[in-house]
């Protein structure tokens, strides 16, 4: 290959375009289809959540998912600790324990030097490390777009399943990395943002949900799920949606990346923030006081996004203490569950 520098982020095709597949395509696609029925499958298709769940006995259960992507970021093995961070995500979004995984690679070879696939999976292979997970193979295709993520097998015991679908009247909710990272790294696309921004950001993509998942352990906690590609909202209004509960967010407790709301307000947003918004925006009502960027922020489609957490009131503040305690520093309550009004989100 020769010395020109490539930037990974321009072979995607498609960036910046309208998505082909909109939320709620995969459930039409889904619908009325013959799923398997097993007395084990304890989390199964037919109530989406952020991985599936097969009962071995009554001490354990194997927790499975997969996720990938095209680069979001130019530099390969950042590329690659992003992603991996990203599919081990939803393994500690059950509250389970990832343990071995599979690289699932579409690689152009025609175009791209092998090196920067191997400082990919060498990114990747650093975050399966730290979070004590072994590789054990993979698949690999030659395709004209990048493409890299896992398939991750974890553990979790069958009685402490975190769904997305336990919240209960007067929990609190936690949020445990800053939104804005889907018009950030639009903005690093368009030229916008400069090396601290982007390494900050790419950092915290990189950093994962292990440490927000040990703390979750010791603490009343009655719900989970990791925020991604709907959004805040939209992946609130999945826990909200036939919960039996409204939910109430205080949208000036959100953190957040400051450069965001300002490309928002210049209309640097990527096309799954309007997806996010036609696909859940019936299910909102935000108030007065909360401007179009912040709104927009809340409906930011977000890449290996932190855990949000519903856990009881009285152990919120010693959770978010100990969220702290193990590095998890812009932890915040973003919001509380609530009676009225019946399966809506609030914003104020
Ligand atoms: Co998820
Ligand atoms: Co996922
Ligand atoms: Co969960």
Redesign the pocket.
Known sequence: MNDAIIRLTQTVKGSGCAAKLAPGDLDRALCGLDLPVDPNLLVGLERAD?AGVYKISDELALVQ?V?FFPPMVDEPFSFGQIAAANALS?VYAMGGTPRTAMNIVAFPGRTLDISILRDIIEGGLSKMREAGVVLVGGHTIDDPELKYGLSVTGFIHPARILTKKNLQFGDLLLLTKPLGTGIVTTAIKAGFADKELTDRVTLAMATLNMAAAEAMAGFAVHACTDI?GFGFLGHLAEMVVDSGCGVLVKSREIPHYSEALQWADMGLIPAGTYNNRNFRGAFVDFADSVSMAIQDLLFDPQTSGGLLIAVAAADAEPLVAALKARGVGCAAIVGEVVAKPFGRIVVE
């Open positions: 952020d998912t996720d939803d991604t």
